[in-house]
T-cell receptor, first 113, second 110 residues
Framework: DAGITQSPRYKITETGRQVTLMCHQT?????MFWYRQDLGHGLRLIYY???????DKGEVPDGYVVSRSKTENFPLTLESATRSQTSVYFC????????????FGPGTRLTVT | QKEVEQDPGPLSVPEGAIVSLNCTYS??????FMWYRQYSRKGPELLMY????GNKEDGRFTAQVDKSSKYISLFIRDSQPSDSATYLC??????????FGTGTKLQVIP
């Protein structure tokens, strides 16, 4: 399917476990992004990547790790999940990197118990 | 005080009404302004963006920016039930420097 996909769509995990959220895009966009969306906070940027093997921190990077070995994939790993990381996570991509040209995925709803 | 304030609603209007959604911001360095629509359990999709004060129109949607008042609005004319969604404003001041509002939930009643 063309576009941007995320998996899993829903995940429940326990505190302290490692979790990886996957993001895949078929447009060959250079830039990819990870956001979290929480009630009362709006969307906040976690990490972004300008190209394969180039990543940079966003507003709320602590507790997260990213990698980008291939242009089309941008996994987000929670190395030791905490309850405060319960959120909805959105991946996005764009060709230019500017926010007004981003396309968002459908989101992953993560619950940490 | 948050940098971007947005009334969470919910806002409920009859079909065909004109809807006004608003955000205020505090940082005068903000340079570009965006509105997103987000359906339930979906990712946000960009509706409109603009750099300048004034109005920008796209079909039934009009984005309005007043930099002197630090106030932005999205107007929806002839609202439809399919417009029922959460609307997010987002304001940027540089590359990867964007602050999102918390969203206003809109319900258009047939």
């Amino acid at each position: 399917d063309a576009g941007i996909t995320q998996s899993p769509r829903y995940k429940i995990t326990e505190t302290g476990r490692q979790v990886t959220l996957m993001c895949h895009q078929t447009w060959s966009h250079s830039y990819m992004f990870w956001y979290r969306q929480d009630l009362g906070h709006g969307l906040r940027l976690i990490y972004y990547s300008a190209a394969a093997d180039i990543t940079d921190k966003g507003e709320v990077p602590d507790g997260y790790v990213v990698s980008r070995s291939k242009t089309e994939n941008f996994p987000l790993t929670l190395e030791s999940a905490t309850r405060s990381q319960t959120s909805v996570y959105f991946c996005a991509s764009s060709e230019s990197g500017w926010n007004y040209e981003q396309y968002f995925g459908p989101g992953t709803r993560l619950t940490v118990t | 005080q948050k940098e971007v304030e947005q009334d969470p609603g919910p806002l409920s209007v009859p079909e065909g009404a004109i809807v006004s959604l608003n955000c205020t911001y505090s940082n005068s360095a903000f340079q570009y302004f965006m509105w997103y629509r987000q359906y339930s359990r979906k990712g946000p999709e960009l509706l409109m963006y603009t750099y300048s004060s004034g109005n920008k129109e796209d079909g039934r949607f009009t984005a309005q920016v007043d930099k002197s008042s630090k106030y932005i609005s999205l107007f929806i004319r002839d609202s439809q039930p399919s417009d029922s969604a959460t609307y997010l404003c987002a304001i940027g001041w540089g590359y990867q420097k964007v602050t999102f509002g918390t969203g206003t939930k809109l319900q258009v009643i047939p």
